[in-house]
């Protein structure tokens, strides 16, 4: 099979690789300065550097992990996009049960009774 | 002969769906980690928290050497199917050397926190840390020893189809170790030292 | 001296104390030295090493794990009758167990049952079957699946030790820590249940992978998914579950080990841990789970049903959607096995109603099932009526999770014995009864003759009857308020039901001595039942077209498909037989002991990880690596059997 990948082919990986490279650098870089250099604030750099990642997730599954040259029935494709809503899925899920959890074991007695009384008034 | 090529092929197209599949089952290990850490990462238990710790500098560092080595790695494999034994070897090299250099700064990392009292064993948030950053290290150090033994094996057999398959799946692994380790610098080192 | 560094924490206390314990210690050991003894005098050693031990041959590999399987059932099996023999004469100042003894039966119950009894089940039907079915040679990956089921052995060894030395887990069947954590668990018991869970959770992962790969590119040419039969579909889709849910679990487990290891606090109360934490991640792994079970249990129903019924299977298509659905659906319902742990009503109600959703596609498959029957040839085989006994069960069993799906209900039930009913209400009445039904279908295709019928359908009808009399008290008694794992209770109300119960387990195991004895009777009367002509049951799927028992190579000659039950299809239309100039030459995967070895180097460091035998471990480890290099680089893993040698086996296993 060695014989099967043209040159050509080999070339526009190099290529992708390069680019692939320099995109995951350049956001690198940027998440590294706006969190070092502060600027914006606390909440807006966590967007920010959240989003850049996502971003150099898609770089990085596209030109280094090849996703999207392959021939179909496309499995790694939808399998990677499948187990990343699972991740998703279980990540989420997780905090969000977490956080219910924590908050509410995290009560003293008075926090609970009227926190109680605050839903009793939304009528159910 | 056709039978054995068309054998030899679906050997290929097979063995990369296994182990993309297996880096899938990877995903979910890492997705448990991550959640336990958000989750834990206030549990400081009277010690640090996370903007209190990390040199962050030491950090870029680490994640350009991890970055660079994830090109080399693109590069040994593009080498290895152009038929370039030597081009593979030096580039399987240079990656080892990469990989080696991110684990050692990962260990002079946490020998760090640990002389200073911050261990594992401290507080959960210590923990989630340890282990989330320990497990993708661990990761890290397979990847070096399978690297090592693929240059030892392209080095005496030289480029055969099954050592130009294996690097190849090899260079899938190491980009996905890549990948989990933009969200440990971004989620881990960025948010955490973000006040 | 200071033996501490050799033998870790180790010390005589460990050994064994009370009577039955130090039966089991003594009697363990002596049997398993006088089977090695017999294997010995009858010089079955080389027979033992090269046909099984080594073996990579999928069907081989599925033999082994069903026979595992079939004796830990025995061993879970006799857990229940204590259990239910101690609660049964509890009121009457009769004590059995002390609590701790009762609380470690329970553990190994529970764990021994899901993890060596279902998965391995499961896991042997799935090698016996999914490759003929799919009209493959082999798996995808056949050294991996020895890997797999050596590592599943491994975990069964480490369970059963515990027996002997030092004991097991008191924290049931999931360890919730604090319970499980260092400070009220400090011996080697919890450890033993994670290393046992662990090494075995790998193998199951590995398989994971193998069977998805192996559906996805070891077809029969011509076979697109859509024409497959529905049981490879319900294995691709609990295989999904597999590789998604299980690493949670290896996660999970982990962390739990570093909290006792290496004194982090994870899921500690103190320190700044959550042991909430680890409810919510074990369940995220243990609903998927059940499914997982469950799903190929359905998935051989369809066969069987589809086969004894003459029929095609009724909506395929909505078979598949309902298991896709199933498949999406079993990951968003975790939160309710812990309704009561203090969620708002937000939480609580999403997952309770998405509960209540997956019971719809569940619903849909159950319908499908007996639109097949309708207007059937039916033939009343033990197969048949195994899936009778089944859609009883099963379906009291999902009306009473879906009662406990509505968390008001449940804050009411959690944790009593009705949970306990409704769970065994599924997973006997569903995956064994599923499992059973595999056995007797696909028993001559393995062994070359058929399990004698009548004794497989009283076997069905005691294992039905038995599950009645064992568990529909308990339900009653769950409604009244008994609590789950109870040795002793103080209200002699209950005792009645208590002792129905016990009743029920002994007659479930006269359910398994008639499955056992019918298997002894039958392999006795070999010749009158055997399978000549490699289709039994006048089946409808490829694995009938291979002469019983399946050859190692299942097809000599690659079937090519053009439709659903294309096997039947093909009888209707005759069927050529094959000409020498069809066989080609094929590729075979040559026996090896790797899997072997490295499942004995993962068994060593989990006992060096119980024991904290550091050394141990380090050596297993390394030498785990070294193995596990060796194999990945060796580049002469397979034969060739040519054509001529194919037409000549072929034609003797055809005669």
């Known amino acids: 099979m060695t014989k099967h990948t043209s040159n050509a082919a080999l070339r526009r990986e190099k290529t992708h690789y390069i680019i692939g490279f320099t995109g995951a650098a350049t956001l690198t870089v940027l998440a590294y300065a706006s969190v070092t250099a502060q600027w914006f604030s606390a909440t807006q750099t966590a967007a920010f550097v959240l989003v850049l990642a996502v971003l150099q997730l898609f770089v990085q599954s596209y030109y280094f992990l090849h996703l999207g040259d392959e021939p179909k029935p496309r499995w790694k494709s939808w399998s990677y996009l499948y187990s990343m809503v699972m991740m998703i899925i279980v990540v989420m899920g997780s905090l969000w049960v977490m956080y219910n959890l924590n908050y509410r074991m995290g009560m003293t007695g008075p926090q609970m009774e009227a926190h109680m009384l605050e839903q009793n008034k939304k009528g159910f | 002969m056709t039978s054995h090529n068309t054998h030899s092929a679906a050997k290929q197209s097979n063995a990369s769906l296994g182990l993309w599949l297996y880096i899938m089952t990877d995903i979910m290990v890492f997705a448990s ?25 030491l950090i870029l560092v680490s994640t350009f050497l991890l970055l660079f080595s994830s090109l080399t790695s693109g590069m040994a494999n593009i080498a290895a199917r152009s038929g370039n034994a030597r081009g593979a070897l030096v580039w399987l090299g240079a990656t080892i050397t990469l990989g080696i250099g991110f684990l050692t700064l990962e260990l002079y990392e946490f020998g760090e926190l640990i002389l200073h009292g911050h261990g594992p064993a401290h507080s959960a948030f210590l923990s989630a840390f340890f282990v989330l950053v320990g497990t993708h290290g661990l990761h890290i ?43 440990i610098f971004t989620v881990v080192y960025l948010l955490g030292a973000i006040t | 001296m200071d033996w501490s560094w050799f033998i870790g924490r180790f010390s005589a206390e460990y050994l064994p104390s009370d009577p039955a314990t130090i039966g089991a210690a003594i009697g363990m050991p002596l049997g398993i030295i006088a089977v090695l003894a017999a294997i010995t005098y009858f010089k079955k050693w080389s027979y033992l090493w090269n046909e099984w031990i080594t073996t990579v041959d999928a069907k081989k590999i599925g033999i082994m794990y069903m026979g595992i399987a079939i004796l830990m059932l025995l061993r879970g099996g006799a857990d229940a009758l204590m259990l239910r023999a101690q609660t049964a004469v509890a009121p009457s100042g009769v004590e059995l167990f002390d609590t701790d003894t009762f609380q470690q039966v329970f553990t190994a119950h529970g764990s021994i049952m899901i993890f060596f009894v279902a998965m391995g089940a499961m896991f042997g039907l799935i090698n016996i079957a999914l490759p003929l079915l799919l009209g493959a ?209 937000n939480v609580n109600a999403f997952f309770g109603i998405m509960t209540m959703i ?21 033939r009343f085989t033990a197969p048949m009526i195994w899936f009778m006994c089944f859609a009883f069960s099963f379906t009291i069993g999902g009306v009473t999770g879906v009662l406990m799906a509505v968390p008001a209900l449940d804050f009411q039930v959690h944790n009593t014995m009705f949970l306990v ?33 009548a004794s497989g359908k009283l076997a069905a009808y005691l294992w039905l009857g038995g599950f009645i009399l064992a568990f529909m008290p308990l339900y009653v008694l769950g409604l009244m308020g008994a609590v789950r794992r109870i040795d002793t209770y103080s209200d002699p109300t209950w005792q009645p039901l208590f002792i129905v119960s016990a009743i029920g387990v002994g007659v479930i195991a006269l359910g398994v001595v008639t499955m056992v ?41 690659t079937p090519q498909v053009t439709r659903r039950d294309e096997w039947w299809y093909q009888k209707k239309n005759g069927i050529k037989p094959p000409q020498k100039s069809d066989y080609v030459d094929i590729h075979l995967p040559k026996n090896t ?20 035998i550091w050394w141990l471990v380090a050596v297993a480890l390394i030498g785990l690596i070294w193995i596990v290099l060796q194999r990945t680089f060796n580049d002469d893993t397979e034969y060739t059997l040519t054509a001529q040698q194919l037409y000549e086996l072929d034609r003797k296993a055809s005669l």
């Open chain 3, 593 to 612: 002991a790797a899997g072997v070895y490295i499942a004995i180097a993962a068994g060593l460091a989990g006992m060096g990880l119980i024991w904290h």
């Open chain 3, 421 to 453: 009913a409704h769970f065994h209400n599924v997973i006997i009445g569903g995956v064994l009864f599923g499992f059973f039904a595999g056995i007797y279908y696909w028993w001559p295709k393995v062994f070359g003759f058929r399990l004698h019928d």
């Open chain 3, 358 to 378: 997956i019971a719809i596609p569940t619903g849909v498959k159950l319908f499908n099932w007996i639109f097949t029957l309708y207007k059937g040839n039916i």
């Open chain 3, 137 to 345: 040679r082999d798996v995808a990956y056949p050294f991996l699946n020895s890997v797999s089921f050596w590592l599943f052995f491994a975990g069964m060894v480490i369970i059963n030790i515990s027996l002997v030395v030092g004991g097991f887990s008191n924290g049931g069947w999931l360890g919730y820590p604090p319970l499980t954590g260092l400070e009220y668990n400090p011996g080697p018991g919890v450890d033993y249940w994670i290393w046992a869970l662990q090494i075995s959770g790998i193998g199951s992962l590995l398989s994971g992978i193998n069977f998805t790969v192996t559906i996805l590119k070891h077809r029969a040419p011509g076979m697109t998914l859509m024409k497959m039969p529905i049981f490879a579909w319900s294995v691709l889709v609990s295989m999904v579950l597999v590789m998604l849910a299980f690493p949670v679990l290896t996660a999970t487990l982990a962390m739990l080990s570093l909290d006792r290891l290496a004194d982090m606090h994870f899921f500690t109360s103190d320190g700044g841990g959550n042991p909430m934490l680890y409810v919510n991640l074990i369940w995220a792994w243990g609903h998927p789970e059940v499914y997982i079970l469950i799903l190929p249990a359905f998935g051989i129903f369809s066969e069987v049903i589809a086969t004894f019924a003459r029929k095609k299977i009724f909506g395929y298509v909505t078979m598949v959607a309902a298991l896709l659905a199933i498949m999406f659906l079993s990951f968003v319902v975790w939160q309710h096995h812990f309704f009561t742990m203090g969620a708002g009503a």
């Open chain 3, 517 to 557: 004895l019918g298997a002894i009777y039958s392999i006795w009367k070999r010749k009158e039942l055997a399978d000549t002509d490699g289709d039994p049951w006048d089946g409808r799927t490829l694995e009938w077209s291979v002469p019983s028992p399946a050859p190692h190579y299942n097809f000599a000659i």
């Open chain 2, 33 to 57: 980690l991550f959640a336990t850490y958000v989750i834990l990462r206030h549990g400081t238990n009277g010690g640090p928290d996370a903007s209190e710790i990390f040199n962050l500098e």
């Open chain 2, 141 to 183: 150090l397979i990847g070096i020893i399978w690297a090592i033994a693929l240059g030892d094996y392209i080095s005496k057999k030289g480029l055969t189809p099954d050592g130009v398959r294996r690097l190849g799946l090899f260079t899938i692994f190491w980009h996905f170790l890549d990948l989990v380790w933009i969200f």
